[in-house]
């Protein structure tokens, strides 16, 4: 009977198992779980202690108190009283029938828990991976991953102009002459993140689509989604779709992406800049378009978002490798009235060959200290330069280079960032804008951030920039009103009240000068939330 209770004991343990995956399922309420799990072991108990009873035989009376007499010298004994008794049988059968009732038990509820196993397994079921703040929601259908994240943000900005002269590709405002507010995005829209990813024959897969829709009304230009807002009524907001990409790889052979994607060339300058989170210079607040520029123009040139066939390496030691051709993108004359000479047509485009591009980054740890440092480059052969100075039938071409350098440090509650490229007919604020002189030939450009965030509190982060992106002339060129120079200056206190929440607080001051006397300059106070989940 013994080895019967302790077999009993064990087969309870996997009737245990069920009911805490009953719960976890959400079958049982809590209340039901421990009103069920209370009574099993009730049971249990009882058929223990019925079955130790049973295994005892009690005897009614005692050997010492028997009555005995001598006659005849022999010893004259009375009739013994049954050891088993009716109420120890009863006790004996209710045992054994407690103990089949859990015998049973038991195998039904091992029963039901291989059919949940089997069930819960099944690729049939799909499951809710557990959430990280940051990473998204994760659904799990079988094989396949299916996460949904992204962010919405918006911002109170108010614009005052300091004044001066119009500057011909300039980023500031100041010449407008006239204060202006707006509730707007900053230099990220809103977005809707969407990754399908599995693993099949050794490979993981993945597709990607990104959706970025923007909060006042759009009115497309040359930029698309891009271009300044139409602030009328009876608008719609504009939809951009910035990725539409796939991968294929692993950590071994390493990642190839088709689609379209952020390009590499300053890719980590726009990552790392805090404006990111923020509005930065404004570009534009009279009529806001889906984006302010943030830092774009004043530090760095725009990454922009691509077609192209790239791979990037298995990380070794920290270093990881990254290349691919891209859709070649034309000249543009960005100033205006002609300084500059383009390949951009609303008819025509003509490229031979595909734009390149590549990086490098390493990371690494000394300590409490956190690095990585980065490289990237590219080149694009431009043909078919036109303007007014140069005739259609020359087919005036040129091959434009650049190429970057960058760090991020993080030590305790520090960061710091620090960033330079150089381009040989780059251009400046978008790729390839007045990258190229009226006469056809390559206009050089450079700039730089440097940037600092400190955690005052746990939560409470304040955070400096100042950058610069400059345009030169070409030696005999002289376009007074051309852009020299955009620079600004900004201050800001993010704080995050949850993980999904930040609160922000930002001053802006933006300048530009022209190659002639023109300059302008103008201060932009932003106050908004972005929600990241």
Do not use: C
Request: aromatic share 10%.
């Amino acid at each position: 009977m013994s080895a019967f209770i302790y077999a009993s004991e064990a087969r309870a343990d996997d009737y245990t198992d069920l009911l805490d995956i009953l719960k976890i399922k959400g079958s049982l309420t809590s209340a039901e779980y421990n009103g069920l799990l209370a009574k099993h072991l009730r049971h249990l108990r009882e058929a223990e202690v019925s079955a130790r009873h049973a295994d005892t035989p009690r005897t009614r009376i005692a050997a010492a108190d028997r009555p005995h007499g001598v006659h005849g010298g022999s010893v004259r004994h009375l009739p013994a009283v049954s050891e088993a008794p009716d109420d120890t049988q009863v006790a004996l059968a209710q045992a054994r029938s407690a103990a089949a009732q859990a015998q049973a038990s038991a195998a039904a509820a091992q029963q039901a828990l291989l059919s949940t196993r089997s069930e819960m397994n099944s690729p049939s079921i799909v499951r809710v991976a557990k959430y990280v703040p940051g990473k998204g929601v994760t659904f799990q259908a079988g094989p396949i991953d299916i996460n949904f994240s992204g962010f919405v943000n918006g911002f109170y900005t108010f614009n005052s102009p300091e004044g001066g002269m119009p500057v011909a590709g300039g980023v500031s405002t100041g010449n407008s002459g006239f204060d202006t507010s707006g509730v707007r995005n900053g230099l990220l829209p809103a977005g809707l993140l969407v990754k399908l990813s599995t693993t099949q024959d050794g490979l993981d897969l993945s597709a990607n689509f990104g959706f970025y829709p923007g909060l006042n009304n759009n009115d497309p230009g040359a930029f698309n989604a891009n271009s300044g807002g139409s602030p009328v009524g009876l608008g719609t907001a504009g939809l951009d779709v910035r990725q539409v990409f796939a991968t294929v790889g692993n950590k071994d052979i390493g990642t190839f992406k088709v689609g379209r994607d952020l390009g590499l060339f300053g890719s980590d300058a726009i990552l790392n800049d805090a404006t990111l989170l923020s509005v930065g210079s404004t570009g534009s607040n009279a009529n806001p378009a889906n984006t302010s520029l943030g830092r774009i123009g004043v530090g760095y040139v725009y990454a922009d978002w691509i077609p192209q066939i790239s791979y990037m390496s298995p990380k070794y030691h920290g270093v990881q490798a990254t290349v691919g051709i891209f859709t070649p993108l034309d000249e543009f004359d960005y100033a205006g009235l002609n300084p500059s000479g383009t390949s951009y047509s609303a008819l025509n485009s003509q490229h031979s060959s595909p734009m390149i591009q590549g990086k490098v980054t390493y990371d690494f740890t000394i300590g409490a200290l956190t690095t990585r440092i980065w490289s990237s480059f590219l080149v694009q052969h431009q043909q078919h330069l036109t303007s007014g100075s140069i005739a259609a039938s020359t087919n005036r071409s040129a091959t434009v280079e650049a190429g970057d350098i960058g760090t991020k440090i993080t030590l305790g509650r520090f960061e710091g960032v620090a960033y330079y490229y150089y381009g040989s007919g780059l251009g400046t604020t978008g790729l390839f804008f007045d990258g190229i002189n009226a006469s056809g030939r390559k206009r050089a450009s450079e700039g730089y951030y440097v940037q600092g965030a400190y955690k005052i509190l746990p939560r409470l982060k304040l955070v400096g920039s100042y950058g610069t992106s400059n345009l030169y002339q070409v030696p005999g060129e002289n376009d007074p009103l051309l852009v020299r120079r955009n620079e600004s200056e900004v201050g800001a206190l993010y704080y995050n009240l949850t993980d999904w929440l930040t609160l922000l607080g930002e001053y802006a001051h933006t300048r530009s000068a022209a190659h002639g006397p023109n300059h302008e300059a103008d201060d932009t106070m932003s106050l908004g939330a972005a929600l990241f989940f």
